[in-house]
């Protein structure tokens, strides 16, 4: 039986494409293992799946002046040894690395060890730790177009992002019955992120007595961002999060309103769902979510509107937009060539491990 190790942790953004991956792994006949952080949420994430986990050492990979930069390069030595002393243990025939600090010891170690890398990177630059890794790696896969320019020569494939199979099986009849709107009426749904957006809400809740002449609005708001005095509001429901029943809501809604996360919207892209992409601003991020954004506008996949200019007049003239063109966005979309990134990265995988 071929093995393969998986690793990547610091956010659900890079746990849940090596989940989507599991199914076509498993059907592959691969014994999987997973190497994360000792206490990430990728244990948590991982553990539900029932694939052995393995916590390493891990310290944060920063550009700016912090403390722990004098003590955390220690804990990623400690990680490469721990990573090294597995690989040696479980002898996997390949690695798929979905970024984030923690795989940055596994990958190198794995390169020691003369094991294939397969590496995943969701933003349209890469991020500091695949950068790292990258020069150990046989292939590097990408969601965007822009991105490949990025990447070594001979090792970059435009994929796609892995989209766990689930998301494909909503049930409309199941959101409506969750939901309690009408099905005659368009639906919006709003997703700020699991965290919400406290812009985005109070955008959508200012100008809800506009939207409501036109749509039914599903606000996933974030933990602790209910609105009490809209619980009323005919046509409107919000959550502070929505897990299991996220594949219905998708298969309900007609349009999304959404942060710009690279998971995210490649799963809105996956679904046929047009968007209007409000990304996380400059000022509290690396700008990823911005490139992602444009990316996706310039293929005809979503509007973007930027946080500075968001306000009651620009969200409703948006999403206006947005519902006379729908039919385009949606023909742009159903045109996109990568629509099996999860059956184009496990035959990467299989040409690795063959390889090894």
């Not at 990547?8 to 599991?22: M, R």
């Not at 794995?110 to 790696?137: F, Q, Y």
Request: charged residues 20%; proline residues 6%; contains cysteine.
């Amino acid at each position: 039986m071929k093995r393969i190790v998986l690793t990547g942790g610091g956010t659900a953004g890079h746990v849940t494409p090596n989940i989507a991956l599991l199914p076509r792994l498993r059907d592959a006949g691969y014994e999987i293992f997973y190497i994360g952080s000792t206490d990430g949420i990728e244990k948590k994430l991982i553990e539900a799946q029932g694939i052995p986990y393995y916590g390493i050492s891990t310290g944060k990979l920063r550009r700016y002046f912090d403390l722990k930069n004098f003590t955390d390069p220690f804990r990623v030595l400690k990680g490469f040894g721990q990573a090294l002393r597995l690989m040696k243990q479980l002898k996997p025939d390949v690695v798929f690395s979905k970024g984030g600090f923690v795989s940055v010891p596994v990958v190198i170690a794995a390169g020691r060890r003369h094991i294939p890398v397969v590496c995943h990177e969701s933003d349209l630059t890469p991020g500091l730790a695949n950068k790292l890794t990258m020069p150990a790696a046989a292939k590097v896969c990408c969601n965007f177009p822009e991105t490949m320019q990025y990447l070594p020569a001979g090792k970059a494939v435009l994929t796609g992002c892995p989209i766990r199979s689930e998301l494909r099986a909503g049930s409309r009849q199941a959101a409506l019955s969750l939901t309690g709107l009408d099905p005659q009426k368009p639906f919006l749904l709003v997703m700020g992120g699991s965290l919400g957006a406290a812009a985005v809400n109070r955008a959508v809740r200012d100008a809800l007595p506009q939207l409501l002449k036109d749509w039914q609005v599903v606000h996933l708001c974030g933990k602790g961002k209910l609105d009490e005095s809209l619980r009323d509001v005919k046509g409107y429901v919000q959550y502070e999060y929505i897990q299991k029943e996220l594949p219905d809501l998708f298969a309900l809604c007609d349009l999304v309103v959404s942060r710009a996360g690279a998971n995210a919207i490649c799963e809105l892209l996956a679904l046929r769902k047009p968007s209007l992409l409000i990304p996380l601003p400059a000022k509290s991020s690396r700008g990823d979510q911005i490139l992602n954004a444009r990316s996706f506008e310039r293929q005809g996949f979503s509007m973007v509107l930027e946080e500075e200019f968001l306000n009651t007049r620009t969200l409703l003239d948006a999403v206006s937009q947005l519902k006379t063109h729908r039919q385009d966005y949606v023909r742009a979309m159903e045109q996109c060539p990568q629509s099996d990134a999860v059956g184009t990265i496990v035959s990467l995988l299989d040409e690795a491990a063959a390889h090894a």
